[in-house]
């Protein structure tokens, strides 16, 4: 019953968090996208560079991943020492947690009439930003490696 009440309060603070995070996501691609921009003006043909897109995308997918650390960092703080039924529920919420931001920026990348370099970069990030979630539960390294400054409780 422990487990299914802090799947329920991590669940719900979460996905507010979440929905606020997406802010953030986008803000961490700005500055690729304001120089994406700058380049796309000058070209005389209007194709945006290469360069901007993947600055967009590295700045989206460190903020994203970010996210991800924390989410991992407090499940696992409370699972620390204990051996409970049903971890699976509160790691799936936390999965979802954690994946939320980049899934309402994809929705509206999707539905944008008219398409940035950040919108471009999400359908990167996205993708990325799930096989990052699986990656930094399976190999924790991977994420001490970049995002060790997290709290970890």
């Known amino acids: ?61 460190y903020a994203s991943l970010c996210l991800v650390a924390l989410s991992i960092h407090v499940v696992e703080a409370h699972f620390r020492g204990t051996t409970v039924l049903g971890k699976w529920v509160v790691w799936s919420v936390a999965f979802f947690v954690s994946i939320a931001p980049v899934i309402m920026a994809l929705k509206d990348a999707v539905h944008a009439e008219r398409r940035n370099v950040q919108h471009s970069a999400m359908t990167l990030t996205a993708p990325l930003t799930v096989l990052g979630f699986f990656l930094f539960l399976f190999f924790p390294t991977i994420m001490n490696a970049g995002w060790g400054w997290i709290p970890q409780f």
């Open 1 to 61: 019953m422990e487990t299914l009440k802090f799947a329920l309060l991590f669940g719900t603070l979460g996905f507010f968090v979440a929905v606020i995070y997406t802010f953030v996501i986008g803000f961490a691609g700005l500055p690729g996208a304001i120089l994406s921009a700058g380049a796309t003006n000058r070209s005389p043909d209007g194709i945006t560079p290469i360069w901007g897109l993947l600055l967009t995308m590295a700045g989206q997918l």
